[in-house]
């Protein structure tokens, strides 16, 4: 694949806590300027970007992020407002907790919540892999599925690993038909974003889009 197809599936990140308005307008023209699927934001700077940039770019922020263990009521109110604020996708990151307490039909339940809030906006689940036994990864996979979420994300960035081609390997396996994967975390080269998309992979979170395209 050349960077160009490459770039086309990445969401063009910048998360961190201590993110500028500067740092966020400099990945809104490097996304305009190489065409990424989004820029992924935080919350706090949708409406502004929105407001700035139009319909020029597509907005992705985050519910429930990093850790996820903010009630259900608290991310379905983030996603209406995300939305209200012009938010184009989603992606929420479940209860782990939940997951380790063995109420995968609670987490079920909190992303069918989340997902009738976004109605015909595209739903990414971050399910932190790296957090996760198989058995549950698995569980996560039904869970995704069943709740009618887009796409299944394999983690924040922000836990103790990132993405793994063995999580992309299960994933496929045991997602339904129409779910998707976005494979996050520690991918920062053109030959590991290369290496998932062929995988299986549909979308790829990374803040390395620039440097990539920039790549001699």
């Not at 694949?1 to 993110?19: C, N, P, S, Y």
């Amino acid at each position: 694949m050349d960077r160009k197809e490459i770039i086309a599936h990445v969401d063009h990140t910048q998360l961190k806590a201590f993110a500028t308005w500067e740092d966020i307008e400099k990945l809104c023209e490097e996304a305009m300027e190489y065409k990424t699927a989004s820029i992924c934001i935080p919350p706090c700077y949708v409406k502004r970007v929105r407001q700035k940039y139009g319909n020029r770019l597509k907005i992705c922020t985050v519910v429930g992020f990093p850790l996820g263990y903010s009630v259900t009521e608290a991310k379905v109110e983030e996603t209406r407002k995300a939305l209200e604020d012009g938010a184009d996708e989603i992606d929420m990151v479940i209860n782990i907790s939940d997951v380790k307490n063995g109420d995968y039909d609670k987490v079920t339940q909190e992303i069918i919540s989340v997902k009738r809030e976004c109605l015909n906006h595209i739903l990414k689940v971050i399910v932190e892999t790296c957090y996760l036994t198989e058995k549950e990864k698995i569980a996560m996979c039904h869970a995704v599925t069943d709740a009618g979420a887009e796409y299944i994300k394999t983690s924040t960035g922000f836990g103790t690993a990132g993405a793994d081609m063995a999580d992309i390997s299960l994933f496929k396996e045991y997602i339904g038909d129409a779910v998707r994967i976005k494979a996050a975390g520690g991918i920062r080269t053109k030959e590991d974003m290369e290496a998932f998309l062929g995988a299986g992979c549909d979308r790829i979170g990374s803040s390395a889009a620039a440097e990539v395209m920039k790549e001699k």
